[in-house]
Antibody, heavy 116, light 110 residues
Framework: EVKLVESGGGLVQPGGSLRLSCAASGFTVSSDVMNWVRQAPGKGLECVSVIYSGGRTYYADSVKGRFAISRDNSKNTLYLQMSNLRAEDTAVYYC??????????WGQGTLVTVSS | QTVVTQEPSLTVSPGGTVTLTCGSSTGAVTSSNHPNWFQQKPGQAPRPLIYDISNKHSWTPARFSGSLLGGKAALTLSGVQPEDEADYYCLLFYGGIQRVFGGGTKLTVL
């Protein structure tokens, strides 16, 4: 059974850093395309970062230079290192798997709140 | 900046049929945009419904179908059920790497 479980969210001050984790089971994160998608309170969805099986990465302009996506194959875990956080980064962050041009499995999300 | 547009809200009667659309600021939506559709209910993660225009996931009810229609991606719900009331999001791929979600359609079943 495929399962994704995010963790690491919380309250952080503007300018601070946070690392989100997404523990995967039922498949190998290094074999598929993995995404971080966020949703600000009451707003729509935004794809913020993608990592391909070969290691190529993509970042939305809104987070480029501040966020870094990575994975640990030994732990079968996806990460999102977030730095220089801003109030507008406040959102629920989801990890999602992308297979053959389709997002299929999503985690339950972890809430990041950036506030002083 | 690429913008994906959806109807902000739609209303449908139970048992009726409704079509949600997904347009692109870059022009016509084509197969190379690999449209995806998701359903989201309050407090829940998005639930994938359709991928790559019209393919259904194993859990997608038969009443949901996807297509390309008039230069847009479309999601049609036939025989709408009360539990279909939710927000619906489309996703388009650009150049194989950029992914852009639409703003979402709030579907009311009334």
């Amino acid at each position: 059974e495929v399962k994704l479980v995010e963790s690491g969210g919380g309250l952080v001050q503007p300018g601070g850093s946070l690392r989100l984790s997404c523990a995967a089971s039922g498949f190998t994160v290094s074999s598929d395309v993995m995404n971080w998608v966020r949703q600000a309170p009451g707003k729509g969805l935004e794809c913020v970062s993608v990592i391909y099986s070969g290691g190529r990465t993509y970042y939305a302009d809104s987070v480029k230079g501040r966020f870094a996506i990575s994975r640990d194959n030994s732990k079968n875990t996806l990460y999102l290192q977030m730095s220089n956080l801003r109030a507008e980064d406040t959102a629920v962050y989801y990890c999602a798997r992308d297979v053959s041009w389709g997002y299929d499995y999503w985690g339950q999300g972890t809430l990041v709140t950036v506030s002083s | 900046q690429t913008v994906v547009t959806q109807e902000p809200s739609l209303t449908v009667s139970p048992g009726g049929t409704v079509t949600l659309t997904c347009g692109s600021s870059t022009g016509a939506v084509t197969s190379s945009n690999h449209p995806n559709w998701f359903q989201q209910k309050p407090g829940q993660a998005p639930r994938p419904l359709i991928y790559d225009i019209s393919n259904k996931h194993s859990w997608t009810p038969a009443r949901f179908s996807g297509s390309l229609l008039g230069g847009k991606a479309a999601l049609t719900l036939s025989g709408v059920q009360p539990e279909d009331e939710a927000d619906y999001y489309c996703l388009l791929f650009y150049g194989g790497i950029q992914r852009v979600f639409g703003g979402g359609t709030k579907l009311t079943v009334l």
